[in-house]
């Protein structure tokens, strides 16, 4: 117990005792040893290699044993001192101790020429099968681990930057990607150590014998038949003492280097993937049959070794069984554990921010196996959105419906629906854009997105079709295109006060001055969420974060209106909406407003100001529809995009009076367009009576 004890207080000096011991090996090189110790030392020797291909059949990964190379180095120098040690006492007292005359008496039947083939053998194997392989992995492994250095760093940054890692986690990260090189890198050069061995050692035997042979006739008087027996039987042993932990040492590192990373030891690897699987031993097995029966071999020893691998299969098959219902079992009680469960029933009654639902006979639009790309454009349409308005929408979930008609889909939004359409498998919808000169027959529909009139063609008839001055749409187009117009005509609904948190906190990152004087005071949460929301209804992006807290903090201190921040915002975005609505003339083409509807406008703001509600009478609001009716009808129809101009004091007011009876309308104020473009008027809105 005492014994014990002093060696657990002398580990604590491990790096004083690694010190030691490598003096000690070096200093054995010319101090010499008693065969006593040299049988002591021998025994340390075949130990610690032992040790090492255990532990490396133990380990998961190559970098758990990290000091593997530098304990080749050391086990190689301690082995080259032990036999030079050893050919010290053989050539002075023809005494080696007792572990190298039993390896010569014993091992090898006392024969020196079998015992000198022996170790050949084991050299050969050594150096050219073992050593050669893994100095060959390791070169190869080091190679690649290098050529992938920048990719693993490129990695770890970018999940850094995701968030999806701490800044400590990626420290740790790299310092492991440069420990993986530099460990591949020092055992290509450690196999060297290995050949050298190989090589000394035959040296060594060679040394040995011919020194041996001289001094047991020269100088023992010694028969030349005495001396060859003494001394070759004393060298081959020593030889095969030497050579038996240097080859242990060579497996261990061929197994290092040739370690894939798994979640357990080699041992527990080897018997999964070799004895998992029941059908290889059966076949192996049956094989085996067929062989033992073959007239000229030995029968009982492939027999038993075929009864062997049946058993092995059988008792797989029966093991694999027996998990099979044990996993199903668990699996049941798990699912009827989760029905019983609050968060069950929650998961019923919630629903998907963005729904579709699709008949049965458009599920190969879906189905990538059968060609369809209808996720992909879904991909795109939220990524196009994006970079749009500045909103990142939540995921599509798409589902087939089978109490929807076949051809038909549906578009909910929060579990509501906002949209529904038709298709036509195998059909092309064809529109008229005014270009038509010679009509096509074809089944009469409506274009979802936009209202129009269309016709269902025949795939055939797509070109004839084309040729008459139809534009024709494929059905999944049709589809994208339709579900694009309602997610950009809700976008504001998918800015939820969570929402405004993730995108203050992004401001944050790069501009905490502005986040600190604008939220939460003069403006909370709620108040920015308002002012987007708006800003995204009327097409406005929001990607330009940083610029809109910046005029928010300026005005939230004159007043807190929502209404009145956003008109201030746009009138500070009016570069940006100036340049998504000008052409490629760098010019504005907008219809203007009679004055006396902005005086009529002017008055019932006014009057909201005072009672808290707009509104117009029947009659004037129906005559204004009227007149911005015509006018943009009148525009629509020479090719140009109707934008109404107004003053800033009447803006809001004239688009919330209109925004509903005519969708997709753009209104602006003069405030809002940038010097730089020109501004052409191409109507006015005037009153105008039903007739």
């Known amino acids: 117990m005492n014994l014990l004890q002093r060696l657990l207080r002398l580990s604590q ?5 690694s010190v030691v011991a490598v003096l000690f090996v070096v200093l054995l090189l010319v101090i010499p040893v008693n065969p006593g110790v040299l049988d002591l030392l021998l025994a340390v020797n075949i130990s610690l290699s032992v040790l090492v291909l255990i532990l490396t059949m133990s380990i998961t990964r190559s970098l758990d044993f990290a000091v593997f190379p530098s304990l080749l180095l050391i086990m190689t120098l301690f082995r080259l001192s032990l036999s030079v040690s050893s050919t010290r006492l053989i050539l002075l007292e023809a005494n080696a101790g007792k572990i190298i005359t039993a390896f010569g008496n014993f091992v090898v039947g006392g024969n020196a020429i079998v015992g000198f083939v022996i170790f050949v053998i084991i050299v050969i194997i050594q150096f050219i099968v073992i050593t050669k392989g893994a100095e060959r992995v390791a070169e190869v492994a080091a190679r690649f681990t290098l050529d ?51 090589i000394a050692g035959i040296i060594i035997v060679i040394i040995d014998v011919i020194g041996g042979l001289l001094i047991g006739v020269l100088q023992r008087g010694m028969s030349l038949e005495q001396s060859l027996q003494l001394y070759s039987l004393l060298t081959v042993g020593d030889g095969l003492v030497s050579q038996i932990p240097a080859l242990l040492m060579s497996t261990a590192m061929g197994i290092l ?34 062989l033992g029966l073959v007239p000229g071999l030995p029968t009982v020893p492939f027999l038993v070794i075929a009864l062997l691998l049946a058993g092995f299969g059988y008792l797989t098959s029966r093991t694999a069984q027996m998990e099979s219902a044990k996993q199903a079992e668990e699996e049941t009680a798990a699912e009827l554990h989760a029905a019983e469960t609050p968060q069950k029933v929650l998961g019923i009654v919630q629903y998907d921010p963005i729904e579709l639902e699709i008949g049965y006979s458009l599920i190969p639009y879906v189905d990538q196996e059968q060609g369809g790309d209808l996720l992909d454009r879904i991909t795109l349409i939220r990524k196009q959105l994006a970079l749009d308005l500045g909103v990142v929408l939540p995921i599509v979930r798409i589902r087939d419906n089978l109490q929807l008609p076949p051809n038909s889909y549906v578009i909910k939004i929060k579990g509501v629906e906002v949209g529904r359409g038709e298709l036509m498998p195998n059909h092309y919808l064809a529109m008229d854009a005014g270009e038509v000169l010679t009509p096509v027959d074809g089944i009469p529909t409506t274009e979802p997105a936009f209202g129009l009139s269309a016709l269902w063609i025949p795939e055939k008839d ?68 308002k002012v987007l929301q708006n800003l995204v209804k009327e097409g406005v992006s929001i990607r ?29 975005l009016r570069r940006q ?5 000008a052409d490629d003339k760098n010019r504005i083409q907008v219809i203007t407003v009679s004055p006396d509807i902005e005086e009529i406008l002017l008055d019932a703001v006014k009057t909201e100001q005072e009672t808290g509600s707009l509104a117009l009478p029947p009659d ?28 800033p004091q009447v803006r809001l007011a004239f688009y919330r009076l209109v925004e509903h009876a005519i969708p997709r309308i753009k209104v602006i104020s003069y405030n809002e367009i940038d010097p730089s473009v020109q501004v052409q008027g191409v109507g006015m809105v005037k009153l105008v009576n039903a007739s």
């Open 13 to 17: 000096y491990g790096e004083v005792v």
């Open 148 to 198: 992938a250095m920048p990719g693993k760093q490129m990695s770890i940054d970018a999940d850094l930057n995701a968030g999806l890692i701490s800044d400590e986690q990626a420290k740790e990260r790299r310092r492991e990607v440069e420990r993986e090189a530099d460990f591949y890198g020092a055992m290509d050069g450690a196999s060297k150590f290995v050949k050298g061995d190989a």
């Open 257 to 290: 280097v040739t370690r894939a990373a798994s979640d357990s030891n080699l041992g527990h690897e080897l018997n999964v993937q070799l004895f998992t699987q029941a059908k290889p031993l059966y076949i192996a097995a049956v094989l085996l049959l067929v």
């Open 462 to 529: 797509r070109e004839e079709a084309e040729l008459a001055g139809y534009t024709t749409v494929d059905p999944p187009s049709v589809l994208a295109t339709h579900l694009t117009e309602i997610l950009r005509n809700h976008a504001q609904e998918f800015i939820g006060r969570q929402e405004v948190k993730n995108l203050i906190n992004t401001v944050k990152e790069n501009a905490p001055a502005v986040i600190e004087e604008l939220t939460p005071e003069p403006l909370s949460l709620g108040d920015i969420q």
């Open 544 to 572: 330009n974060l940083i610029e809109i807290c910046e005029i928010l903090a300026d005005y939230a201190a004159i007043s807190k209106d929502t209404d009145y921040l956003t008109e201030m915002v746009r009138q500070g």
């Open 577 to 581: 909406i100036t340049r998504s609505l």
């Open 620 to 647: 004037v609001w129906q005559s204004l529809l009227n007149g911005i009716s015509k006018e943009i009808e009148n525009v629509a129809g020479r090719g140009i995009m109707p934008i109404i101009l107004i003053s």
